[in-house]
């Protein structure tokens, strides 16, 4: 099992940026996909970005391909997401998350087995 802290949420402008952080701990970060997912009120929980053990390979949901950056570093065990030139649409609850086998790519909700609490991002028009 492996714990997982997301940081950096907050209140932006449309228009604006933000860097979510989220830290993990409990097993080998560097051999697992990492996820985020997003939630806003009323809706599902949805895929916004993956990225490989390896950093080589990231994936991103279309409504924030060219806007979302997602990165990693292993020797931190931490994931990232730079998100810019952010809509209202935006707005919602992110999750970090750490797929369920190791040296597998997915993009599916039930592919990730650990999840953070998540952090609040709110965009203003």
């Known amino acids: 099992q492996v714990q997982l802290v997301e940081s950096g949420g907050g209140l932006v402008q449309a228009g604006g940026s933000l860097r979510l952080s989220c830290a993990a701990s409990?097993?080998?970060?560097?051999?697992?996909?990492m996820g985020w997912f997003r939630q806003a009120p009323g809706k599902e929980r949805e895929f916004v970005a993956a990225i490989n053990w390896a950093g080589g390979t990231t994936l991103y949901a279309d409504s924030v391909k060219g806007r979302f950056t997602i990165s990693r570093d292993n020797a931190k065990n931490t994931v990232y997401l730079q998100m810019s030139s952010l809509k209202p649409e935006d707005t919602a609850v992110y999750y970090c998350?750490?797929?369920?086998?190791?040296?597998?790519?997915?993009?599916?909700?039930?592919?990730?087995?650990?999840w953070g609490q998540g952090t609040q991002v709110t965009v203003s028009s």
């Open positions: 998350a750490a797929n369920r086998l190791p040296l597998v790519v997915t993009t599916t909700i039930a592919g990730f087995g650990s």
């Open positions: 409990g097993r080998t970060f560097s051999t697992y996909t």
